[in-house]
Every structure is written in C-alpha cells, then in structure tokens.
C-alpha cells in the first residue's frame, strides 16, 4: 500500500500486546482528542530506545492534552514486554509479526539503512483524530528529537 495522507482514513487494527489485545477504534472512542500510533523497527536498539523512552517521558502531557500513544514493530510479544520492563514504558507496544498494520499504514517497505536499500519497517508516526481520520502522517522520522517536534506541532508545548 501506498503512503497515507492527511485526511484518509486510518486503517483499523487490532494487535496484542503485553496487557492483551490493542484496538484502535476502541482508543478513538477513549481519547479527547486522538490517538498517536507509531511505528518503530525494533524493541530495544539504540533509535527505537531512544524514542520510546522519549514517548514515555511525554505520556502524561500527551494524555493530558487529550492524545493515547500506541507503539507498533514486527516484534513477538515476549520482546515487547521485555522492552516495557527493561525502560519502564508506560504505554502499549503492540506487535504485528505478519507486518499487516505495517503495510497497511505504509510503514513497511524500501528504506535507505546506512547508503544500502533494504525492505523494512519505515519509522513512521501517525496522529488520528476521534473521527479516525489521519490529522498527521510524518514517514521516515528521525528517533531523536521526533516526539519534541510532535509535541510542538499538537500545541502543547509552545
């Protein structure tokens, strides 16, 4: 699949987690504002530490300004947790080891990874509005500094 937009229509998903299953249109209907799904290559590498970590320090000024945060990767659920405990993640990290949300989203495919081409996860952030519509695609994000800029493109810092 292509590259999603502003204004299309987030694709739903369901994925488990450490804590079950995470659905989408069930965290729509619990958020003010909107739901942050990110996509990440993977649990416990320098980039993706870096970013969750980061997503984990912003969780309750996120949640505060009415945004839940869901983190997806190819990872199995055994990883996933071990990523939680390990960096005290206080959000969902969901897995998709068929890469179905992945592609879906658009977040899995070619990518430059150090001047060579390769097929992978795409690091990639998606902000989708209650109506589930995505108010905000940003593909091939830098981890460091992303959630700061995120932040700041939401209104809540200024």
């Known amino acids: 699949m292509g590259k999603l937009q502003q204004g299309d229509r987030a694709p739903e998903f ?3 987690t450490i804590d079950g299953s ?3 249109v069930a965290e729509l209907e619990k958020a003010d504002k909107g739901v942050v799904v990110y996509f990440y290559p993977k649990a416990m590498t320098p980039g993706c530490t870096t ?3 980061d997503f984990r320090d912003s969780e309750n000024s996120l949640k505060s300004a009415g945004y839940t945060v869901i983190g997806i990767s190819p990872d199995p659920v055994d990883s996933l947790r071990q990523f939680t405990d390990r960096d005290n993640l ?3 990290l969901a897995s998709d080891p068929d890469r179905g949300v992945l592609e ?3 977040a899995y495919g070619e990518k430059k990874n150090y001047g060579k081409t390769v097929q992978g996860v795409i690091r990639s952030t998606f902000v989708i509005a209650k109506d589930g519509t995505i108010s905000s695609a940003q ?7 992303h959630v700061a800029r995120l932040r ?3 209104g809540i810092d200024a």
């Not at 593909?139 to 500094?145: D, F, I, L, R, S």
């Open 22 to 24: 995470v659905n989408l």
């Open 14 to 16: 369901t994925l488990e």
């Open 104 to 106: 879906a989203y658009g």
């Open 139 to 145: 593909y091939n994000v830098k981890a460091t500094g």
């Open 152 to 154: 700041k493109a939401l």
């Open 90 to 92: 206080n959000f969902p």
């Open 51 to 53: 970013e969750a970590c």
